[in-house]
């Protein structure tokens, strides 16, 4: 007697076979997690400064989405303060150097939290527009910012 043909049973072990070996198209990352930097929170920024008052500078820190490629690499943070300036249009119009500097801070681009720079206003620090001047240096490439801070005698 002739066993009875299971047709079926080869397309079972092929498609069991082909879906062992797919996969579902999403790929893992597994580099390490990175963040990225900008300047300031606006706290640290719209409040009326005084002369001889120590400022504050919170750097906000992104993460970026995680990938394969992900490398660590180093970060410095600058901030300078230039001024003053009679009004914000003759602040934006001039291009002057930072006379007031924070201590440049090294980090890296791994998630690390979010560091602080701090720049002391001079005590013989004048009224008026100050231009708050931010860098990020990383990767041979530099980022620059700017905003303004008011500062008062009074």
Request: aromatic fraction near 0%.
């Given at each position: 007697m002739r066993p009875k043909s299971r047709p079926f049973l080869p397309?079972?072990?092929?498609?069991?076979?082909?879906s062992a070996c797919s996969s579902s198209g999403s790929v893992v990352a597994t580099g390490p997690t990175l963040q990225t930097y900008s300047c300031c929170s606006s706290g640290d920024i719209n409040a009326v400064r005084h002369p001889g008052e120590t400022v504050q500078l919170h750097w906000l820190a992104t993460p970026l989405a995680p990938s394969a490629n992900s490398v660590m690499s180093t970060v410095r943070l600058g901030a300078g303060l230039s001024g003053p300036f009679a009004s914000v249009s003759a602040l934006k119009a001039a291009n002057s150097p930072a006379t007031v500097k924070a201590p440049v801070i090294v980090t890296t681009n791994q998630d690390s939290g979010a560091?602080?720079?701090v720049i002391v206003i001079p005590t013989d620090a004048a009224d008026g527009y100050y231009n708050l001047t931010t860098t990020v240096d990383q990767d041979?490439?530099?980022l620059t910012g700017g905003s303004v801070i008011k500062v008062s005698t009074k």
């Open positions: 397309i079972a072990v092929l498609i069991l076979g082909l560091p602080v720079s041979g490439g530099q």
